[in-house]
């Protein structure tokens, strides 16, 4: 079986059924993990094909969902999978506000407290390499008409709050930061952001999903680089 056609079983099948590739020189590949939610599954087979022949790209199936939920899916989704570096996102979701109760789905101090647990879980029981992604922007018009009639609501300033809090926990706990955010509002992106994110005002459109996938390639080919060092 080509690498090429391994790779792509390994995305069909999800983490729990990975087995380690081998290059044309026998040589294994390394092991990296995607974890997190639509954003993720949205870029993947783009990073997938950009790290074919370099890494073995794992990525579960399932939406991660907010901090609880992949808290309470870590042994399922990363630890049985013992990859070599894991680049790993939660946000989205746990912005969600509720405005008859005046919460949110994870509130701020939750968010740390689960982001912390979710790292030393990983360091404690995978020897994996860890880098965390930022979450990616919301338009804030498009979104609410979008879930006009929901019992919940989207804003990009509550994302711009949980990506300071992730930002503040991942410098205090030595993680670096994969600041996809920044790639799709910065200066620098190929198209204003708006043309990025679709009607929807959360998910990518087929050049935001471009963009980011480039970019997460991008990302890991450089630490895959420097772990080969």
């Known amino acids: 079986m080509t690498t090429r056609l391994t790779l792509a079983l390994l995305v069909v099948c999800g983490a729990a059924s990975v087995s ?49 939920n992949t808290l309470s899916h870590l042994t399922e989704w990363a630890i049985k999978v013992q990859p070599d570096i894991i680049h790993f996102n939660c946000g989205i979701h746990d912005t969600k506000w509720f405005e008859k109760d005046q919460r949110f789905q994870v509130p701020p101090d939750q968010y740390a407290d689960n982001l912390r647990t979710i790292v030393k879980r990983l360091r404690e029981e995978t020897s994996a390499k860890l880098f965390f992604v930022t979450t990616t922007p919301i338009l804030d018009e498009r979104a609410a008409a979008a879930r006009e009639g929901r019992d919940y609501a989207l804003k990009n300033a509550s994302i711009q709050r949980y990506n300071d809090i992730a ?10 930061v994969n600041d996809l955010n920044a790639t799709l509002t910065g200066a620098d992106a190929a198209l204003p952001v708006d043309k ?34």
């Open 20 to 68: 380690r590739a081998e290059d044309g020189n026998g040589k294994a590949l390394p092991k990296v993990l995607l974890l997190g939610d639509s954003i993720r599954l949205s870029y993947t087979e783009l990073v997938t094909q950009q790290l074919d022949g370099k890494a073995v790209v794992v990525s579960h199936k399932a939406n991660g969902g907010d901090s609880a």
């Open 167 to 176: 930002g503040k926990v991942m410098a205090e706990l030595n993680v670096p």
């Open 196 to 229: 990025l994110i679709g009607d929807d005002g959360v998910h990518l459109t087929p050049a935001g999903r471009e963009l980011a996938g480039q970019t997460v390639a991008e990302f890991l080919q450089l630490q895959l680089t420097t772990n080969a060092k």
